[in-house]
């Protein structure tokens, strides 16, 4: 979502004169630095923002960005890295796959055109799902898109079929992966289409009002987190009101807005204050509480608040982050970070030479 906010911005403020193209990574087979989703947008004067690599496609999508603007016409084009040649692009820089990207040209006149679109996923409360033409018998249908909700049995797109798209919508909405998948329209015609699911903002609710609320602030801003703080406001630093969508006390902890995407971490300090909020977050919240502090700490907290054993709960981690001997306010802040990561893609957070199989599941 950080990556969205940045192409955004930079549309917004760049001068009406200036034409763009957005390339878009719409496919991956095996190895690729960036995923499906990985977003690059160009103008025509040669400035561009987020990546669609690890800097080993940038150049040539570049140029290939700046044709479709001069011929205003999408184009898709397959990078294939796999092969050990050394005229292709990528070669030694770690790619050593397949990777499809969609380069469409904005029609600023158009209010469905791509910049609008991730305009409307950034302003949707929950995960967003986008379909996209990426092969069509129709170069006119190239790169067509839209942004669905629960009534798309009800419509048509471009008249593919729609028990098909539905089953494939549905199966991205429950595993929260994309997927490219083979569909025909009514007149037996075969297109592809992606089935992208986008995330959220990852929310992260921070409970406390000390020195290291800056260093956890520092890197959820880094992560592009929605960051609430709730504590002292008299104590919590100035700078935090800039960083910060909404701040509370730690009274009004109730108030901070909950959803499945959201993690909350108790770091308050005080044990009186983390008592009596725990019960009402833990009754709210789904998906993350991390709470700070030693292991005889929580152990007194729950026997007293009659809980039983709350890292029973999969939701709950207390000790609060990965275990990564971190110890200065900013390394303690990576290992909660990670953790929170870990959990919201449910993985494990371990050494990646130790995971069987790719790095990145199919659909």
Request: net charge negative; proline share 4%.
């Amino acid at each position: 979502m950080k990556e969205i906010r940045k192409i955004l911005s930079h549309f917004d403020l760049a001068d009406a004169s200036e034409s763009f193209a957005l390339a878009s990574v719409v496919n991956v087979e095996e190895s690729s630095y960036r995923r499906i989703g990985a977003r690059m947008l160009v103008s025509s004067n040669g400035q561009w923002t987020g990546g669609i690599s690890g800097g080993c496609l940038e150049g040539d999508a570049l140029r290939r960005s700046q044709q479709a603007i001069f011929n205003n016409k999408p184009t898709r084009v397959v990078y294939d890295t796999m092969d050990d040649d050394q005229k292709e692009i990528g070669v030694g820089l770690g790619c050593n796959g397949l990777i499809e990207v969609l380069f469409t040209p904005i029609d600023r006149t158009n209010p469905d055109n791509p910049i609008e679109e991730l305009r409307r996923v950034l302003l949707s409360e929950g995960p967003s799902i986008l379909l996209k033409i990426i092969e069509s018998p129709e170069d006119g249908l190239l790169a067509k898109s839209r942004i669905i909700d629960e009534r798309f049995s009800h419509t048509s797109f471009y008249g593919l079929d729609m028990e098909s798209l539905a089953k494939a919508i549905q199966e991205t909405r429950i595993k929260r992966r994309p997927q490219v998948i083979e569909v025909v329209n009514d007149k037996q015609e075969a297109f592809k289409i992606l089935v992208e699911y986008i995330r959220p903002e990852t929310k992260l609710v921070i409970i406390g009002d000390n020195y290291d609320v800056l260093a956890l602030t520092g890197m959820a801003i880094e992560l592009g987190w929605e960051i609430h703080i709730v504590g002292r406001k008299k104590k919590i630093p100035k700078k935090l009101y800039h960083s910060a969508k909404a701040i509370y006390e730690y009274e009004e902890a109730d108030q901070v807005p909950i959803d499945e995407f959201t993690a909350v971490v108790l770091m308050s300090h005080d044990y009186n204050w983390d008592k009596r909020i725990l019960p009402s977050i833990l009754e709210r919240v789904s998906t993350y509480v991390g709470m700070l502090g030693p292991r005889k700490r929580l152990e007194k907290m729950q026997t007293e608040l009659q809980l039983g054993d709350l890292n029973k709960k999969d939701c709950f981690f207390s000790p609060v982050g990965l275990d990564i001997g971190a110890e200065s306010p900013e390394e303690i802040a990576v290992s909660i970070c990670a953790e929170i990561i870990s959990v919201m893609r449910k993985r494990e957070g371990r050494p990646l030479k130790y995971r069987p199989g790719t790095i990145h599941e199919r659909f």
